[in-house]
């Protein structure tokens, strides 16, 4: 078993204190700028930041669905979502970028071994990418 990854970088038009704050906001914000991908999206515990637990089921593919239930946790300049029923943790970073912000999120995951192991770790960060760029877009709307 090897570990995917998946990571996409996007300049947000704000200071890293709004981007992290939007980013921290499950209640609200964070709703607002999920693609189609995610799917009933729910705040479990709390909703702002350090110790929120929020629900979701992420369509990767018309095939692929994860159950998700994310502990976050907020530290510094990184806010990262720990999946309670799999290996899959999504951190994103935020930091000074000119007149900007660069905003990073990164996914990793244990993936499968053999064969299966071998097109998951090939294939499953490239359609990733894209529901990250899509969450990064939408952020930089609502805060930019």
Do not use: C
Not at 19 to 25: C, F, G, K, Q, R
Not at 52 to 66: C, D, E, G, S
Not at 67 to 86: C, F, K, L, Q
Request: net charge neutral.
């Amino acid at each position: 078993m090897a570990k995917v990854s998946a990571s996409t970088s996007h300049t947000v038009a704000a200071t890293p204190e709004q981007v992290l704050a939007a980013l921290s906001d499950y209640q609200t914000v964070r709703p607002r700028i999920l693609p189609e991908q995610y799917r009933d999206f729910t705040v479990v515990e709390g909703g702002q930041g350090d110790g929120t637990v929020a629900t979701w089921t992420l369509q990767a593919t018309k095939k692929r669905a994860r159950d998700v239930r994310a502990s976050v946790r907020v530290a510094g300049d990184t806010i990262t979502e720990t999946d309670a029923n799999s290996s899959m943790v999504t951190t994103y970073r935020v930091a000074p970028a000119g007149q900007g912000t660069e905003v990073t999120t990164t996914t990793e995951w244990t993936g499968a071994g053999g064969i299966g192991g071998f097109f998951e770790k090939t294939f499953a960060p490239l359609g990733l990418k894209k529901i990250q760029a899509q969450v990064l877009e939408n952020l930089s709307r609502q805060v930019g």
